[in-house]
């Protein structure tokens, strides 16, 4: 049995875990915040790019060459081979956030059977669930830690993809990362980052303009498709960054507060056992005074 000294001490541990959790707890519920407010604000520039997309496309000329876009829409590398970036977390206590994202991404790259795979994970906590599903890692990327490094981070990741599509003739790039929904719950998503979906275009083709008018521009048709397309690879890696995060901190918000829950159960046990030992050793002193006081007196005490 524990001494009340003991007890003591395991009260003060669990309150310090307490006041940790609590502060976890903000810091998550600030950050979730944080990182959907950034995708929100994505809304914007990603309708503008597609506006931009939509007025190259509908010009007749670029539509009767539209064979220039084969490498970026339609065209895959031989062998079935892809590349795969699966978005995870670097920091622990948030659930089964990254072993979720793993299982999805294997899942769907089972139903692919391509005829190999390149993949790059984005933090350190996906090592372990790739390597216990024997699927190993060819490239890493590290995890901004704050919104601000993101945009450099995607910078260096679409350098990368260059490097993959010019050296190792790799055009089929896949995207697997969570998902922030509403309060803390998040779910697994996936998006072909290349080739473009020609179906995307397509509808953006032939989607009504909103004016009688359509704007003209004064660019090559192919130097301002490509540089739209650059801007919409770098606006979905950097929404793909934005969700994860977002979610990383919803998983471990529930976390959180799924151990908010136990340290509160743990605490009022241990407070418990505390009035408890403590009654007991009063009314072992009372007992020892009584009996003293009556060997003294000869007497007993009514």
Known sequence: MPTIESLLAQIGTVQDLQSVVKTMKALAAVNIRQYQTAVESLADYNRTIEMGLQIVLKQRYFCQQRGILASATTSKSSHNSIAVIIFGSDQGLCGQFNERIVSYAVQQLNELQPHSIKIAAVGTQLIYPLEALEKSITDQFSLPNSLSQITSIVQEMLLTIEQWQTQQQLQQIILFYNKSLSGASYRP??????????????????????TPVLPSFTMDENQLFSALVREYLFISLYRAFAESLASENASRLSSMQAAQKNITERLSDLNAEYRRQRQSSITAELLDIVSGFEALTGSQVK
């Open 189 to 210: 998503t996936s998006l072909q980052l290349l080739p473009v979906d020609p179906h995307w275009l397509h509808n953006l083709e032939t989607k009504a303009w909103p």
